[in-house]
């Protein structure tokens, strides 16, 4: 069982920052931050691969949001820059041992609680 544990949410400013975090009780999978707003379906974020090597973004955060993980601590990252009001949602990090590409939050199979971020306007 692995376990997951977001924090770094909170109250920006448009234009803002945050970085996220995710701490891990296991290695060696693929991890993905996914988010999902108020009346909308779960979006799919950002995903990296087990060695960090690889990355993959949405659309609609590219060039905005690097996603990295920390092996020695067992955490990844989501740097978000160049926040939008848009970009509210509760944010949820997951961890999947398929492999590394995949959008579909079907595909993930250990999820966190949350975090929130709230961006005004």
């Known amino acids: 069982q692995v376990q997951l544990v977001e924090s770094g949410g909170g109250l920006v400013q448009a234009g803002g920052s945050l970085r996220l975090s995710c701490a891990a009780s296991?290695?060696?999978?693929?991890m993905g931050w996914f988010r999902q707003a108020p009346g909308k379906e779960r979006e799919y974020v950002a995903t990296i691969s087990s060695s960090g090597g690889n990355t993959d973004y949405a659309d609609s955060v590219k060039g905005r949001f690097t996603i990295s993980r920390d092996a020695a601590k067992n955490t990844v990252y989501l740097e978000m820059n160049s926040l939008k009001p848009e970009d509210t949602a509760l944010y949820y990090c997951?961890?999947?041992?398929?492999?590394?590409?995949?959008?579909?939050?079907?595909?993930?199979?250990?999820w966190g609680q949350g975090t929130q971020v709230t961006v005004s306007s």
């Open positions: 296991g290695r060696g999978y693929t």
């Open positions: 997951a961890a999947q041992y398929l492999g590394f590409g995949r959008r579909n939050s079907a595909a993930y199979t250990y």
